[in-house]
């Protein structure tokens, strides 16, 4: 059974950061790209960035392109995004997914496993 397990949330002021990591057990971790979402109150969920199954590669929302960064560590099965910068509108809870490949993925559907979510919230 695949589990998936987000930390590292919590309140920030604009202009700091947050780390964010996401734990995955239960299947091989280095074979499939991974990916994180949000959702704020009232909105549909968001892709906000996915990095391939041996993180040579990554992609972003045009929202947090330059101020967020994903990245991976196969020999911990950890996922990370580091965010910069942030904004009140990044105020949402963050899903860490797993992909049910091993390329970059940018919608929801394509993703098989989900975490529990973490609330981050940006004061200003």
């Known amino acids: 059974q695949v589990q998936l397990v987000e930390s590292g949330g919590g309140l920030v002021q604009a202009g700091g950061s947050l780390r964010l990591s996401c734990t995955a057990s239960?299947?091989?971790?280095?074979?499939?790209?991974m990916g994180w979402f949000r959702q704020a109150p009232g909105k549909e969920r968001e892709f906000v960035a996915t990095i391939s199954a041996a993180g040579g590669s990554t992609s972003y929302a045009d929202s947090v392109k330059g101020r967020f960064t994903i990245s991976r560590d196969n020999g911990k099965n950890t996922l990370y995004l580091q965010m910069n910068s942030l904004k009140p509108e990044d105020t949402a809870v963050y899903y860490c997914?797993?992909?049910?490949?091993?390329?970059?993925?940018?919608?929801?559907?394509?993703?098989?496993?989900w975490g529990q979510g973490t609330q981050v919230t940006v004061s200003s």
């Open positions: 997914a797993q992909a049910s490949g091993s390329w970059l993925r940018m919608f929801s559907a394509n993703y098989t496993y």
């Open positions: 239960g299947r091989p971790f280095s074979s499939y790209a």
